[in-house]
């Protein structure tokens, strides 16, 4: 079954201690994405990734890091998580054809609260 | 600054009826837009699209209308089903893949 898989769907953490959320396709996408979720902004993209080894900013990266070294694998990490990154993560892929809209496939999301 | 806006956070209609949800955008370079359809404890879902040299596209119950004048979006459902709540989305598109959200529109549906 194609799909998009996050690890944990639900996490709770407290202010400082690392973490890492993981994300994984088998659908051979270029392109993986992490957004945050958060009540009246609607999702907003943290970083981006249009191949392996190849990573770029998004709208929110600050407090965040990613990495790419499989094509299958988009990890997001945060060193020293705080409070203000309480929300609800989700991760995303699609292919690259620079021709229309590719459609990106979502995860299920990853519910974290930083206490 | 929000480039994609969706001033109604919830929108209630009774089944059978259409169902209207509308979206802002206040910068002109763009490839395509699209809806995003979301589910509780799910991940969003691709809905319809349309792009920039289109003015209306068709799927189903689903039409999305582009004004570019009024520099507007609009999804049209119908007949509306229960099935259609969700958390509704539209999203500014590039080819490249990058995606920027509106702030989403609770979608009722009363049977």
């Known amino acids: 079954e194609a799909q998009v898989t996050q690890n944990p769907r639900y996490l709770i953490t407290v202010t400082g201690k690392k973490l890492t959320v993981t994300c994984s396709q088998n659908?051979?996408?270029?392109?993986m994405s992490w957004y945050r979720q958060d009540p009246g902004l609607g999702l907003r993209q943290i970083y981006y990734s249009m191949n392996v080894e190849v990573t770029d900013k998004g709208d929110v990266p600050e407090g965040y890091k990613v990495s790419r070294k499989e094509k299958r694998n988009f990890p997001l990490i945060l060193e020293s998580p705080s409070p203000n990154q309480t929300s609800l993560y989700f991760c995303a892929s699609s292919f690259i054809t620079g021709g229309p809209y590719n459609e990106q496939f979502f995860g299920p999301g990853t519910r974290l609260t930083v206490l | 600054d929000q480039q994609v806006k969706q001033n109604s956070p919830s929108l209630s209609v009774q089944e059978g009826r259409i169902s209207i949800l509308n979206c802002d955008y206040t910068?002109?370079?763009?490839?395509?837009f699209l809806w995003y359809k979301k589910y509780p404890a799910e991940g969003p879902t691709f809905l319809i699209s349309?792009?920039?040299?289109?003015d209306k596209n068709e799927d189903g119950r689903f039409t999305v209308f582009l004004n570019k004048s009024a520099k507007h979006l609009s999804l049209h459902i119908v007949p509306s089903q229960p099935g259609d709540s969700a958390v509704y989305f539209c999203?500014?598109?590039?080819?490249?893949?990058?995606?920027?959200f509106g702030q989403g529109t609770i979608l009722t549906v009363h049977p």
């Open positions: 349309i792009s920039s040299i289109k």
């Open positions: 659908m051979n996408h270029e392109y």
């Open positions: 999203a500014r598109g590039t080819s490249y893949g990058k995606l920027t």
């Open positions: 910068n002109s370079m763009f490839d395509y």
